[in-house]
C-alpha cells in the first residue's frame, strides 16, 4: 500500500489538496475535514518516523507531531481491488518508542530550549499562555505570552485564569483514588453499586469504576447533537445522567478503549454517592486547598470570572482564531470534560 499521497495531503497546507484526496479516496470521512484539519493546525501536522507493518491492503507507521514530542500511531487500510479505496484510517496517541528517546539535558539547557521553543511557538501565533518550570518545588522558568483577550487586547499575566477542560480528569481520578484508599470503594465495583437506580442495567451490572477511569466501558459522549438540543438544561451532573442514562454501552464493557466523556460524569456521581459530599465541595477540601491551589475553582459559565481569559479555537473558521465560549455547558459541572469547563492559577 502506498500512502505517499495521502501524507502528502494530510499534511499539506492546502486544505482544498486534502479536500481532494479524500473526495476520490476515502469518501467516507468527507465528514470530518474540518476535525483533521483543526487538529493539524493545533499539532502542526505530523512528520514520519518508521514503517512498522505493509502490506498491500495495510500500513501501520509511526509519526509525530511537529509542535510536540507526542508519538502516534497511524493505521491505514484499503479496498484489495480497484480503486483501493481507503477503509480504515486511525490514529491513536502512543508514548514514545525507545528507539525514539529524547535527549538527556542539564537544566541549564533545559530552560534555553524550552525559553525557545515558547517564543517562537508565542510569535507564530501557536501558543498563549503561560509556563512554569519547577525543580523540587522551586520554579526556574515563569513567562508569559500572548493574549488573554484578542478582541481588548488584554495580555496574559501570571494572575491569568484558564480553563483547563480535559485535564480535570486527573483531579477526578485522584478522588476516587483517595476514596479508594479511604475504603469507601472498591475499582472493581460496578456502577451500579453506587447508582442503584442507574437507567441502564447493563451499563449498571457491567461497567466498573475502573472502566471508567480507562476509557473502557463503553460509556460513550456527552457532546455531539443532543448535547446542542439540550444545552440550558444541563446544569446538575444528574441532568446529564438523566439525560443519556437511558443508553446502553457502544462496545462490550471492557473489551476496548474509547475515550468517554460521559464516563468522567459518572465518576463525579459516584465520588458524592462515596463521600457524601457534592463533588465540586470534595475537589476544592481534599484537593485544591491541600495543594494549595487556593485561586481554583468551577464556576458556572454564565459567571463572570475575574482574571480568567477568552478561550479561542480554529476549529470550523477556516483556521482563523474566534472565541469558542458558547459552546461550554452553561454550569460547570462535567469531571473532566474536554470544553474548557474550570478556572486555575
Not at 476515502?26 to 502542526?44: K, V
Amino acid at each position: 500500500m502506498n500512502a505517499q499521497p495521502g501524507w502528502r495531503a494530510l499534511t499539506a497546507v492546502d486544505r482544498d489538496t486534502y479536500r481532494d484526496f479524500l473526495q476520490k479516496n476515502f469518501p467516507s470521512h468527507l465528514q470530518d475535514i474540518e476535525r483533521d484539519l483543526g487538529f493539524r493546525d493545533m499539532n502542526g501536522g505530523f512528520e514520519f518516523r518508521k514503517v512498522e507493518e505493509s502490506a498491500p491492503t495495510k500500513l501501520v507507521v509511526l509519526v509525530q507531531e511537529r509542535a510536540s514530542d507526542q508519538f502516534a500511531r497511524l493505521t491505514m487500510e484499503a479496498e484489495p481491488g480497484e480503486p483501493h479505496r481507503i477503509t480504515r484510517m486511525d490514529l491513536l496517541a502512543i508514548p514514545r518508542p525507545p528507539e525514539f528517546a529524547l535527549p538527556h539535558m542539564t537544566q541549564s539547557e533545559l530552560i534555553k530550549v524550552l525559553g525557545t521553543r515558547t517564543a517562537d511557538d508565542a510569535a507564530g501565533d501557536r501558543f498563549a499562555g503561560a509556563v512554569l518550570l519547577a525543580n523540587n518545588g522551586r520554579p526556574v522558568f515563569e513567562e508569559v505570552y500572548g493574549l488573554a483577550d484578542r478582541d481588548r487586547r488584554i495580555p496574559n499575566t501570571l494572575k491569568t485564569r484558564f480553563r483547563i477542560g480535559s485535564m480535570n480528569k486527573m483531579f477526578t481520578a485522584t478522588a476516587i483514588l483517595q476514596l479508594l484508599q479511604a475504603g469507601k470503594l472498591r475499582l472493581d465495583d460496578p456502577l451500579g453499586k453506587y447508582l442503584t437506580d442507574y437507567p441502564n442495567k447493563e451499563i449498571a451490572t457491567k461497567v466498573t469504576i475502573k472502566q471508567l477511569l480507562t476509557h473502557t466501558g463503553g460509556t460513550g459522549d456527552t457532546f455531539g447533537p443532543e448535547f446542542d438540543a439540550h444545552r440550558l438544561e444541563l446544569r446538575t451532573l444528574q441532568d446529564y445522567v438523566k439525560r443519556y442514562g437511558g443508553r446502553g454501552p457502544q462496545f462490550e464493557p471492557g473489551s476496548r478503549w474509547e475515550y468517554s466523556n460521559y464516563g468522567f460524569v459518572l465518576l463525579g456521581v459516584v465520588i458524592e454517592k462515596a463521600s457524601g459530599e457534592n463533588y465540586y465541595d470534595y475537589a476544592r477540601k481534599h484537593i485544591y486547598e491541600p495543594a494549595g491551589m487556593t485561586s481554583t475553582g468551577s464556576e458556572p459559565e454564565d459567571q463572570a470570572v475575574a482574571d480568567r481569559s477568552v478561550r479561542y479555537t480554529k476549529m470550523g473558521s477556516n483556521g482563523q482564531w474566534h472565541a469558542n465560549n458558547t459552546h461550554c455547558p452553561i454550569a460547570a459541572l462535567q469531571p473532566g470534560a474536554d470544553t474548557p469547563l474550570w478556572t486555575i492559577s
